[in-house]
């Protein structure tokens, strides 16, 4: 019989040799080169064997792959290198928010930030706290990517705790929770417009409205929140003795003991507080008067999918709500007195993203070689063929919708690009079967997060590396992969176990 010790030490040496062949591997920067010729390789393979799928959106047409290596391949990737990288998805996001996150950093606000939230958040109520603020980031799109896990590391460095657990309990919140809201984003408008298309197919008159998977969503942020708590506590916190957790904190030059706020942090902490509100009421005040700038709905540039107008918006709003809070706690507490401070603070923010550069600009090149050859289309489009050819019933049909969604996800890692081709093969087929639109939603979303915290092909994934190697220097993808999978692997199952119980229970899935 095995003992839950004999368990846990089991689970924490896979774990640990997970992290050592993955740590063997080669910089991220290479492995998205090496990822970049097996694209072309594929490509050239592909376009030889007359790889190809029915177009969902019409039938009549087929996808062929698209060799890169042949004359007009090789031209379209030495013309388009400088956009790839530049439309590199989250390249403006990072940088561009860097520069107010770097003034709030360096003036000292996220320190003071960070005392404050210890002092008044119990001490065994930290892990939920950053798993619950994770997964409700979404709201701000993908800017949780690269506000919190600093944030998150600095809360648990300052109490004794391993940042690197912290940065992973936030980070599952963000990735793997991606999905589930108390809120709406502007995720729900995007996916029910293209369920909405795919079910029309079948009834011309079809409507999915944007709410349609709320209750499920809304529910599911403190359930994955609970389950967070649990993996963590119970399986990656465990892993770390206390001379790993000290020599982590002590690499990262957090300080430690009872965090306490001097008087010029207070002063600041409430100048801070008056500038992001006056900011913070003026985007809200844009994005709720009719006729204002940001108010009603745009079309999402490249689609044809409305979108509040505010969530284009995202990035220079995010500069501006932390740039002119740092700019006041820097003024007030005496950290800023002239304004070369604030672009000298701005300047080392954006030296510090070098590697992170490097990195966007293979990264950049190899998604965009990825969806030029066709092969991200066809690898949807066949994900939902095998899907139909399991033919079963309701519960193991929305399992294996899970399941294939996770898989693919590995490869394609943006949610609209995969359910933009899927929706047409899963929704109609499966409306035949008596599934409705809104449950195979549902399905896809919980299938698109469970595994965006460990995708290779995720552009966040180095975002998140960045701020593990700040408090341990050697660590690689296999720290990474090492510290997440254990919430995957959950959620797939925890997660995946939810819908199919609320769904049988008949609890409607939104409004």
Sequence with gaps: MVTSTESKGLIARILGLVERVGNRLPDPATLFVLLGVAVLVCSFVGAKAGWSVSDPRDP????????????????WMLTGALRNFL?????????????????????????????????????????PALVFIGVSS??????????????????????G??????????????????????????????????????ARAMDPNAVVQPTCNYWFMAASTPFLTLLGWFVTARIVEPRFS????????????VPRGAPRLDAAEKRGLTAALLALLLAGGAFFAMAMIPGWPLAGQMTRPGTASLVPTWSEAIVPMILVLFLLPGIAFGVVSGEIRTDRCVTKRMSDA????????????FAGQTIAWFKQSNLTSILGVSGGEAIRSMGFGEAPMVVSIVLVVAAINLFVSSASAKWA??????????????????????????????TNPIAPLSPYLVVI????????RAAGLGTLIALLIPYCVAALIAWTLFLVAWNALGIPLGF
């Design 421 to 450: 081709f899927l929706a047409p093969i899963l929704v109609p087929m499966l409306g035949t079967a008596g599934i409705s639109p809104e449950l195979v939603q549902c399905a896809y979303r919980v299938g698109d997060s469970c």
């Design 350 to 361: 954006m030296g510090a993203m070098g590697t992170y550069l490097v990195l966007a600009f």
């Design 465 to 472: 590396l960045i701020a593990i190697q700040r408090y341990q």
């Design 138 to 159: 979404n709201i701000a799109s993908d800017a949780g990517y690269v506000v919190l896990p600093p944030l998150a590391a600095g809360m648990f460095a300052m109490v």
């Design 242 to 253: 206390r001379a790993a957790v000290d020599a982590q904190i002590a690499e990262g030059g």
């Design 161 to 198: 705790r391993s940042p690197l657990v912290a940065i992973a309990a936030v980070t599952f919140g963000v990735a793997g929770g991606f999905s589930a809201n108390l809120l709406f984003s502007s995720l729900d408008p995007l996916l029910s417009s293209l369920t909405e298309g795919a």
């Design 60 to 75: 009549s047409k087929q996808i062929m792959v698209d060799n890169l290596l042949d004359a007009d391949g090789i031209r």
């Design 87 to 127: 439309d590199f998805p989250p390249l403006a996001i990072v940088l561009v928010a860097m520069l107010g996150i770097g003034v709030a950093e360096r003036t000292g606000l996220f320190t003071a930030l960070i005392k404050l939230l210890v002092s008044v958040t119990p001490a065994r109520l930290l892990t």
